[in-house]
């Protein structure tokens, strides 16, 4: 059973930071894009960042210059630094992976989703 697990989420004031991160776990063969997309009440989830197994990032314009992606290939685990945050960062982030497992078609897996907060 493969499964995305995200940590990090919070309250922070403006102009703060947070790390989230996320991990996968279960019978995993490979692991090709991972990232984050967030989500707010009445919208739909939208694009932040992905990262290629190589390496490779993409960015939402809206975190350019502030939000860095990252990934540990061997822990099965990408990160997300935020920096510089405003309230209209506010919304549920979730992970995303193209996943491979052992002895299944590779697939689109999402994690359950981390709250964060961004308020005086």
């Known amino acids: 059973q493969v499964q995305l697990v995200e940590s990090g989420g919070g309250l922070v004031q403006p102009g703060g930071s947070l790390r989230l991160s996320c991990v996968a776990s279960?019978?995993?063969?490979?692991?090709?894009?991972m990232g984050w997309y967030r989500q707010t009440p009445g919208n739909q989830r939208e694009f932040v960042a992905t990262?290629?197994?190589?390496?490779?990032?993409n960015y939402a314009d809206s975190v350019k210059g502030r939000f860095t992606l990252s990934r540990d290939n061997f822990k099965k685990t990408v990160y997300l630094q935020l920096n510089s945050l405003k309230p209209e960062d506010t919304a549920v982030y979730y992970c995303?992976?193209?996943?491979?497992?052992?002895?299944?078609?590779?697939?689109?897996?999402w994690g359950q989703g981390t709250q964060v907060s961004v308020s005086s």
């Open positions: 279960g019978t995993i063969g490979s692991i090709s894009t």
């Open positions: 990262i290629t197994a190589s390496g490779s990032t």
């Open positions: 995303n992976a193209e996943i491979r497992p052992l002895y299944t078609a590779t697939r689109t897996y």
